[in-house]
């Protein structure tokens, strides 16, 4: 068992065939922390709205959640835009879970991070037009051949491969959209006075420094799963919870650290391209004192 001051998730996009609900139980049972931020995209309201689609392991882990909040682990529930009928409830309170659109952590060594689900910061990538259409409709597809596929190499010996992630690092459109989102992400941080940034919503972990800002992202909980974690000193660091390839990733195996800290400063040109006006569209949402 390992403890932690702080755990990040988001995006496990729970109500989809990809949802790693049954991994993420695993995890939580083996990593406590004194404190959970769930940073958006938990339940998939946009896919329920075509047909509800739901697994006992679903609701396994909706009662773990519960049962952690009542042994006193606070629990935030960041709003995202796949959840995003929570909106209009949000500064609210229900027992230990309290309901934002987002937030401000204090980490153990000082430092102020805004916890935000992403999606606001769309707007700022040249390629969200095409993201857009691949986080609906083609990441459907993407999706289900990923399953296929994967099926194909559970049935032969290989372990997991994942498609979207050689998407990611080899098609050069993705890439750029996601260096501009990154980019535009820690940007609009800094315009606000924050050290730093957590967010989800692209489904690509990531632990670097972008122009003075710490910039997190939790990945997700349909391909990568992956969280994040603050130890008790402060530090901030991916963790990557391994799926047995002989059950897609059903029975976990370990956990290991994701190295993917940059130590070099990353070249912050999407602040020539990202007016005040961009920055004034991100929605003056309530941020409450930690």
Request: glycine letters at 8%; charged letters at 25%.
């Amino acid at each position: 068992m390992q403890r932690y001051k702080t755990l990040w998730i988001s995006d496990v996009h729970l109500g989809t065939k990809d949802c790693k609900a049954e991994q993420l139980n695993e995890f939580l049972k083996r990593h406590q922390a004194d404190k959970i931020y769930l940073v958006g995209d938990i339940i998939d309201g946009w896919k329920m709205k075509s047909g509800v689609y739901w697994k006992p392991e679903f609701t396994r882990l909706i009662r773990r959640l519960l049962t952690l909040s009542k042994k006193g682990v606070q629990i935030d529930y960041i709003t995202g835009n796949h959840d995003e009928f929570l909106r209009r409830f949000a500064n609210n309170r229900f027992d230990n879970i309290h309901l934002y659109n987002r937030a401000t952590h204090i980490t153990a060594d000082g430092r102020k991070l805004l916890v935000i689900h992403g999606d606001q910061f769309d707007s700022v990538a040249r390629c969200h037009h095409w993201l857009t259409w691949c986080g609906d409709k083609g990441n459907d597809l993407l999706m289900l051949l990923n399953r296929g596929y994967n099926r194909l190499r559970a049935k032969y010996g290989h372990g997991y491969w994942s498609l979207a992630g050689y998407i990611k690092h080899h098609v050069p459109q993705a890439q750029r959209y996601i260096s501009d989102y990154e980019e535009g992400v820690a940007y609009a941080a800094k315009k606000q006075g924050f050290d730093g940034v957590v967010c989800g919503h692209i489904h690509h972990a990531a632990s670097k420094r972008i122009n003075d800002i710490d910039y997190y992202n939790t990945g997700d909980w349909v391909d990568s799963c992956t969280a994040l974690a603050e130890n008790f000193d402060g530090e901030i660091h991916l963790l990557h919870w391994k799926s047995d390839a002989e059950d897609f990733g059903k029975n976990a195996e370990n956990l290991d650290t994701v190295n993917t800290q940059s130590n070099a400063p990353t070249d912050f040109s999407i602040a020539a391209r990202t007016t005040a006006d961009d920055v004034d569209q991100i929605p003056a949402l309530i941020i409450p004192t930690m």
